[in-house]
């Protein structure tokens, strides 16, 4: 007999694009659900780089069924091709949505969940794990913890807050944890609230990802302001045709632009590049820092930098899982089967084959991982390929299996499609080492 009766909401972990747009798939199909949002306002992760203008356009980030949602109390879309920043996607899109009649009552902020479970089973279990509910542990935003019951998950809480480390091997490398104060993840806004800590000083990006061009792009035009301001970019590997991308190739025209700025941004000596760099220690060096390495030619040592920027992509935190049954890739960590259409080791394109519910499940039934978290790992994720995901997910959900399997989607290439043998499947790393990497050590530009 089931435990799970038609009442319980299916949980929606996050609140970002692709959480908030299961929600509206959701209630489109007169399900009820249950939104759980770790941060203080829906969209923590979004407005964390609110400054970051984003290289696919508003038709690629508004979904479907939150449009319709939205246009029902008077919503407008924002023109079509035009590029939203971080903040102005939560402003003028995420935010609208999460307060409609719809979705309100079903969100609730500052809720962390930090454990699932089946009621009554532990992960041994395996007899009737499918007529048990899922039992979710809440963190609510005063420190209580409560259970809550759903039918079904969706975690679409992202990977934004797992950032990868700056060690070649995958853990920390010596010294971070205590110089953590000098380090920054993600995309600070050097141009803006974060200003300070950049200005006149000399700043080592690690990572060869769109993060890392960012950073650099911004860090470029921070030293045309402020006297004093250097920067030093170092990558794992030592072929950047991924960062570097198609240029007037790549069917996202901006994407292609943000490439071809950072290349002009080396070529013209305004960003010193180390290739092939894997970094494996930090150490304090009067008031700055020297950073310790490996390359083809043997070890190296840059610097001294006052500030490093961490940008080597992110990894899912999987210990909210411990007690389900997944079936992961082993390398990166997405669903199983979503692993070979995204490995980086094998693509550049750009381009995932459809996929949709069946792709994203788990041996623990009416479990789903969606959005960036289904990748793992990998890189290049794009908002309609979230929405594309939980649509399929909600119609299987709402028992239509012929809408669930009718998966299309349809992403722009970057016009550098090549097969990459041996590269790093950590994203933003650009790749493995190889032998005859470029020589190091020396000063920033």
């Known amino acids: 007999?089931?435990?799970?009766?038609?009442?319980?909401?299916?949980?929606?972990?996050?609140?970002?694009?692709?959480?908030?747009?299961?929600?509206?798939?959701?209630?489109?199909?007169?399900?009820?659900?249950?939104?759980?949002?770790?941060?203080?306002?829906?969209?923590?992760?979004?407005?964390?780089?609110?400054?970051?203008?984003?290289?696919?356009?508003?038709?690629?980030?508004?979904?479907?069924?939150?449009?319709?949602?939205?246009?029902?109390?008077?919503?407008?879309?924002?023109?079509?091709?035009?590029?939203?920043?971080?903040?102005?996607?939560?402003?003028?899109?995420?935010?609208?949505?999460?307060?409609?009649?719809?979705?309100?009552?079903?969100?609730?902020?500052?809720?962390?969940?930090?454990?699932?479970?089946?009621?009554?089973?532990?992960?041994?279990?395996?007899?009737?794990?499918?007529?048990?509910?899922?039992?979710?542990?809440?963190?609510?935003?005063?420190?209580?913890?409560?259970?809550?019951?759903?039918?079904?998950?969706?975690?679409?809480?992202?990977?934004?807050?797992?950032?990868?480390?700056?060690?070649?091997?995958?853990?920390?490398?010596?010294?971070?944890?205590?110089?953590?104060?000098?380090?920054?993840?993600?995309?600070?806004?050097?141009?803006?609230?974060?200003?300070?800590?950049?200005?006149?000083?000399?700043?080592?990006?690690?990572?060869?990802?769109?993060?890392?061009?960012?950073?650099?792009?911004?860090?470029?035009?921070?030293?045309?302001?402020?006297?004093?301001?250097?920067?030093?970019?170092?990558?794992?590997?030592?072929?950047?045709?991924?960062?570097y991308g198609g240029g007037a190739q790549d069917r996202l025209a901006a994407r292609g632009d943000l490439g071809l700025r950072l290349r002009a941004l080396v070529e013209a000596g305004r960003a010193r590049l180390v290739r092939g760099f894997a970094l494996t220690a930090l150490r304090p060096a009067g008031a700055g820092l020297l950073v310790e390495g490996e390359t083809g030619s043997g070890p190296c040592t840059l610097g001294p930098v006052d500030r490093i920027v961490t940008a080597t992509g992110q990894r899912p935190d999987l210990a909210l899982t411990r007690e389900l049954r997944l079936d992961l890739d082993p390398g990166l960590e997405s669903a199983r089967a979503l692993g070979p259409l995204i490995d980086p080791n094998l693509h550049s394109c750009g381009s995932v084959p459809p996929h949709g519910h069946r792709e994203l499940a788990h041996p623990e039934p009416g479990f789903y991982t969606a959005g960036i978290k289904s990748y793992g790992r990998a890189p290049t994720f794009l908002m309609m390929t979230g929405y594309e995901q939980v649509r399929s997910i909600a119609a299987a959900l709402a028992g239509d299996r012929a809408a669930a399997d009718e998966v299309a989607l349809v992403l722009p290439e970057t016009g550098i499609c090549t097969t990459v043998r041996g590269a790093d499947p950590g994203g933003d790393s650009g790749g493995a080492v190889s032998s005859g990497a470029g020589s190091c050590c020396g000063r920033a530009a």
Request: hydrophobic fraction near 45%; proline fraction near 7%; glycine fraction near 10%.
């Open 1 to 243: 007999m089931s435990d799970t009766p038609a009442s319980l909401p299916v949980a929606v972990i996050g609140a970002g694009p692709v959480g908030l747009a299961a929600a509206a798939h959701l209630v489109a199909r007169g399900l009820p659900v249950k939104v759980y949002e770790a941060g203080t306002e829906v969209a923590a992760h979004v407005r964390d780089w609110g400054h970051v203008r984003l290289f696919s356009p508003w038709a690629f980030n508004v979904d479907p069924a939150a449009r319709a949602l939205l246009a029902r109390r008077g919503w407008e879309m924002p023109p079509e091709s035009a590029h939203p920043t971080g903040a102005e996607l939560v402003g003028r899109y995420l935010a609208p949505l999460a307060a409609t009649p719809d979705l309100a009552p079903a969100i609730e902020t500052g809720a962390r969940v930090t454990a699932l479970s089946r009621r009554g089973l532990d992960k041994a279990a395996g007899r009737d794990r499918a007529a048990r509910s899922f039992v979710l542990a809440v963190r609510e935003r005063g420190g209580r913890l409560r259970r809550d019951l759903a039918r079904a998950v969706i975690d679409a809480s992202g990977t934004w807050a797992t950032p990868n480390p700056l060690g070649a091997d995958g853990l920390p490398a010596a010294g971070e944890a205590a110089l953590a104060d000098r380090i920054a993840t993600g995309i600070p806004d050097v141009l803006g609230r974060d200003r300070a800590a950049y200005a006149g000083r000399t700043t080592l990006v690690v990572g060869a990802g769109h993060s890392a061009a960012n950073v650099l792009l911004d860090l470029g035009r921070l030293a045309e302001e402020e006297e004093g301001t250097r920067l030093l970019w170092a990558t794992r590997g030592t072929d950047l045709s991924r960062v």
